[in-house]
């Protein structure tokens, strides 16, 4: 049997009724926090170019866009896909590295709504999907990472598995799902180095190639059957260093997304150690950032392959900069999403600090990575005095979790000034099992009802 095959064993075996309680209600969650990051992104400039483009396309209103109004269910997808990722606020899983919510569930819900489904079909269709794309990624990671983005590239197999789930695929239907899906997963980090645009072009493109992969093969239309293991599949062509065990073991006995881990602060997940450890230290021993001659961290490489920016040039390349997110840490007592913006990146107590920022990689965190994303933080005033803060997991982490209340909460903060009834949103979502997609999705204003699709 072929990995492909493997996996849509895996997703087609799979039922709402065998889910276990904690996986259905961590599954709300991770809904309610995609819809959160969608909604707070959908008026920033690389979205309303994206909705922009969508409607000069065209086509039938089969599906919900964040940014008000439909469009066809190709459309709702990358729209909705890129404007949860750009806020940096959407979940991750440390051992794959993948954002999976930003992929496999835009494409999950136009799905969902366009066809008419359950809320249950929506969180099964979910859950195989994160297990799918979590996989892929635990089985090339770290060293794919390098060059590539996994959400964007492990996260189109996990869209795929979604919507095939929630079209009702057979195995051989799914095994060409996957085999499309992989030919056409991409994404590079070059984006990194300018600050562009392109992250939330991976999130739209994988969301809607793993959907147009699931959608084609209902008709028939075949993969390569190798797609992951085959001498010019996935693994051989993006991988250094490939674990193909990590596919199967345990798969259909754990739930891969109650590992997810959910983001506090509106930066790139590698930076949060840092912060926490900062803001750990600040409040403890009551410092004032005007007192600091030296911030050391120690952590992974991954941290300064990413985030090493000691001058970023724009609000949302300052996201990915640990000396910038450190030093407004450390000014402002948080990393919130309103905390970036112009006005911050400008501040000379921000700048000024962000010079004395040093980001150094460490044996033991770099060992740990990225099973744990971890660091240490050394703070010296300018009286010699020196703070010390370590941790193996930022607050969102399994091991450190936020609370149902704090997700909502967050929800919330991130939605209320732009959603109308945000918290009968969230009551909805919260209750997804027992309503239908459409009848969560009927709380925006629009003025008709989708076309659905039979």
Same mark, same amino acid.
């Given at each position: 049997?072929?990995?492909?095959?493997?996996?849509?064993?895996?997703?087609?075996?799979?039922?709402?009724?065998?889910?276990?309680?904690?996986?259905?209600?961590?599954?709300?969650?991770?809904?309610?926090?995609?819809?959160?990051?969608?909604?707070?992104?959908?008026?920033?400039?690389?979205?309303?170019?994206?909705?922009?483009?969508?409607?000069?396309?065209?086509?039938?209103?089969?599906?919900?866009?964040?940014?008000?109004?439909?469009?066809?269910?190709? *459309?709702?997808?990358?729209?909705?896909?890129?404007?949860?990722?750009?806020?940096?606020?959407?979940?991750?899983?440390?051992?794959?590295?993948?954002?999976?919510?930003?992929?496999?569930?835009?494409?999950?819900?136009?799905?969902?709504?366009?066809?008419?489904?359950?809320?249950?079909?929506?969180?099964?269709?979910?859950?195989?999907?994160?297990?799918?794309?979590?996989?892929?990624?635990?089985?090339?990671?770290?060293?794919?990472?390098?060059?590539?983005? *996994?959400?964007a590239t492990c996260?189109?197999?996990? !869209?795929?598995?979604?919507?095939?789930?929630?079209?009702?695929? *057979?195995?051989?239907?799914?095994?060409?799902?996957?085999?499309?899906?992989?030919?056409?997963?991409?994404?590079?980090?070059?984006?990194?180095?300018?600050? !562009?645009?392109?992250?939330?072009?991976?999130?739209?493109?994988?969301?809607?190639?793993?959907?147009?992969?699931?959608?084609?093969?209902?008709?028939?239309?075949?993969?390569?059957?190798?797609?992951?293991?085959?001498?010019?599949?996935?693994?051989?062509?993006?991988?250094?260093?490939?674990?193909?065990?990590?596919?199967?073991?345990?798969?259909?006995?754990?739930?891969?997304?109650?590992?997810?881990?959910?983001?506090?602060?509106?930066?790139?997940?590698?930076?949060?150690?840092?912060?926490?450890?900062?803001?750990?230290?600040?409040?403890?021993?009551?410092? *004032?950032?005007?007192?600091?001659?030296?911030?050391?961290?120690?952590?992974?490489?991954?941290?300064?392959?990413?985030? /090493?920016?000691?001058?970023?040039?724009?609000?949302?390349?300052?996201?990915?900069?640990?000396?910038?997110?450190?030093?407004? !840490?450390?000014?402002?007592?948080?990393?919130?999403?309103?905390?970036?913006?112009? /006005?911050?990146?400008?501040?000379?107590?921000?700048?000024?600090?962000?010079?004395?920022?040093?980001?150094?990689? /460490?044996?033991?965190?770099?060992?740990?990575?990225?099973?744990?994303?971890?660091?240490?933080?050394e703070i010296e005033?300018?009286?010699?005095?020196?703070?010390?803060?370590?941790?193996?997991?930022?607050?969102g982490d399994p091991?450190?979790?936020?609370?149902?209340?704090?997700?909502?909460?967050?929800?919330?903060?991130?939605?209320?000034?732009?959603?109308?009834?945000?918290?009968?949103?969230?009551?909805?979502?919260?209750?997804?099992?027992?309503?239908?997609?459409?009848?969560?999705?009927?709380?925006?204003?629009?003025?008709?009802?989708?076309?659905?699709?039979?």
């Amino acid at each position: 049997m072929t990995l492909s095959q493997t996996l849509a064993s895996y997703v087609n075996r799979t039922r709402y009724e065998d889910l276990p309680e904690n996986a259905v209600e961590f599954t709300k969650l991770c809904i309610l926090d995609w819809y959160g990051s969608a909604v707070a992104g959908k008026d920033t400039k690389p979205i309303q170019a994206i909705k922009e483009l969508v409607e000069e396309w065209g086509g039938k209103e089969q599906a919900s866009l964040v940014t008000g109004g439909k469009s066809s269910v190709g *459309n709702s997808i990358l729209v909705n896909a890129a404007s949860s990722h750009i806020v940096e606020l959407d979940d991750i899983h440390k051992s794959s590295i993948i954002h999976a919510g930003t992929v496999v569930i835009p494409a999950a819900v136009a799905v969902a709504e366009a066809y008419g489904l359950s809320g249950k079909e929506l969180i099964t269709a979910i859950v195989v999907g994160y297990e799918v794309c979590y996989r892929v990624g635990e089985a090339v990671s770290p060293s794919h990472y390098y060059y590539f983005h *996994n959400t964007a590239t492990c996260g189109t197999f996990g !869209a795929a598995a979604a919507v095939g789930k929630l079209l009702k695929l *057979n195995d051989e239907q799914l095994s060409h799902a996957l085999g499309n899906a992989g030919s056409q997963a991409a994404g590079l980090w070059e984006f990194i180095e300018d600050g !562009a645009m392109t992250k939330q072009l991976h999130t739209a493109k994988a969301a809607y190639n793993g959907a147009i992969a699931a959608l084609l093969a209902k008709k028939d239309f075949t993969g390569a059957s190798q797609i992951l293991e085959g001498r010019r599949g996935f693994f051989h062509a993006m991988a250094e260093s490939v674990d193909p065990s990590r596919i199967t073991n345990e798969l259909g006995h754990v739930y891969k997304i109650v590992e997810n881990s959910f983001k506090i602060h509106a930066s790139c997940r590698h930076t949060h150690p840092a912060v926490d450890c900062i803001l750990d230290i600040m409040t403890n021993h009551d410092i *004032n950032h005007t007192s600091i001659q030296r911030i050391k961290i120690h952590t992974y490489q991954t941290v300064l392959n990413i985030t /090493d920016k000691p001058n970023p040039d724009t609000v949302y390349a300052s996201k990915f900069s640990s000396q910038f997110c450190s030093a407004l !840490a450390a000014v402002n007592g948080s990393a919130s999403l309103d905390d970036f913006n112009k /006005d911050t990146l400008k501040r000379p107590e921000i700048k000024e600090l962000m010079n004395k920022v040093e980001v150094h990689a /460490d044996p033991y965190y770099e060992n740990l990575y990225p099973e744990k994303w971890g660091a240490k933080v050394e703070i010296e005033l300018q009286n010699g005095e020196v703070y010390t803060e370590a941790t193996d997991y930022p607050k969102g982490d399994p091991e450190k979790p936020a609370s149902k209340e704090e997700l909502v909460e967050k929800f919330l903060s991130m939605t209320s000034s732009k959603l109308e009834k945000a918290e009968k949103h969230a009551e909805k979502i919260l209750k997804l099992e027992g309503i239908t997609v459409r009848e969560w999705l009927a709380e925006e204003t629009r003025d008709e009802a989708c076309n659905p699709i039979h």
